[in-house]
């Protein structure tokens, strides 16, 4: 099985030592290729059993006792491959902090609130357009110490499974006109050409009426709209 290369004049580097914990990740050697095994690109990857009816929705899929706090948004985008042909049956998880910036880790420490009925997690399978869609609440900017005033800018964590259980894409998408991605090393890394890639766009047909600005985040598989993804 042959796989079209990264195109890596899009992808941020493996060093970019203002996102300081780069410095201690990177490879300081050659990266040796490693084949897969029959059983890595053959094997189940998952199954359909395992979303369930609300898995998309962030905003039900952990209450306990009311409402999760913060902006109701709704992100919705298609998931395709280099030559623009939706990939149906993806699974697309996400991740992210709560309204006030925080997120339900025991590693992380930072002095806002957490929501009990906002988990920060969930996923859907792409239909056969490619399409996605997630109801969530707009996450919150927080300190991470990568320097005295460093605040990480609203985002969204994405990861996509391909047809190999070795195959995925994690990534992270940003919203419109947040100041603080002028600063955040993470995006600034990527070379500036392609950083719009990562950010989402505003968009009133998503939107829902009384309920729920929409954002839209397409996601793009190899070639040169590749979406940049996360070099950990």
Same mark, same amino acid.
């Given at each position: 099985?042959?796989? %079209? ?29 490693? #084949? ?9 990857? +998952?199954? /359909? ?6 898995? %998309? ?6 209450? @306990?006792? *009311?409402?999760?706090?913060?902006? &109701? ?28 910036? &925080?997120?339900?880790? #025991?590693?992380?420490? /930072? ?10 997690? *969930? ?23 990568? /320097? !005295? #005033?460093?605040?990480? !800018? ?7 499974? *391909?047809?190999?259980?070795?195959? &995925? ?23 500036? @050409? ?16 009384? +309920? ?9 598989? &190899? *070639? ?6 996360? %070099?950990?």
């Amino acid at each position: 099985m042959t796989q %079209n290369k990264r195109d890596w004049a899009i992808q941020p580097p493996y060093l970019y030592p203002e996102y300081k914990s780069t410095v201690l990740r990177a490879p300081t050697k050659p990266l040796i290729p490693l #084949k897969h095994t029959l059983s890595e690109l053959t094997g189940p990857v +998952f199954g /359909h059993d395992a979303i369930r009816k609300y898995d %998309n929705d962030l905003t039900l899929n952990a209450r @306990k006792n *009311g409402e999760p706090l913060g902006e &109701r948004i709704v992100v919705a985008g298609t998931v395709t491959d280099v030559n623009g042909k939706p990939i149906p049956n993806t699974l697309v998880e996400i991740w992210q902090a709560n309204a006030a910036g &925080r997120y339900i880790h #025991k590693v992380d420490q /930072h002095d806002a609130p957490l929501d009990p009925n906002f988990l920060g997690a *969930g996923r859907c399978l792409t239909d056969s357009e490619g399409n996605y869609k997630f109801y969530t609440i707009k996450p919150g900017a927080y300190p991470w110490g990568n /320097h !005295p #005033k460093a605040f990480r !800018p609203n985002h969204i964590h994405f990861s996509l499974f *391909g047809n190999q259980i070795t195959s &995925r894409l994690v990534t992270q998408m940003y919203f419109p006109g947040d100041p603080l991605m002028d600063y955040d090393p993470v995006l600034q890394g990527v070379p500036e @050409k392609y950083r719009h890639l990562l950010i989402s766009k505003f968009n009133l047909d998503i939107t829902e009426s009384d +309920f729920a600005l929409g954002f839209q985040f397409d996601i793009v598989l &190899r *070639g040169n709209r590749e979406t940049p993804f996360e %070099n950990k």
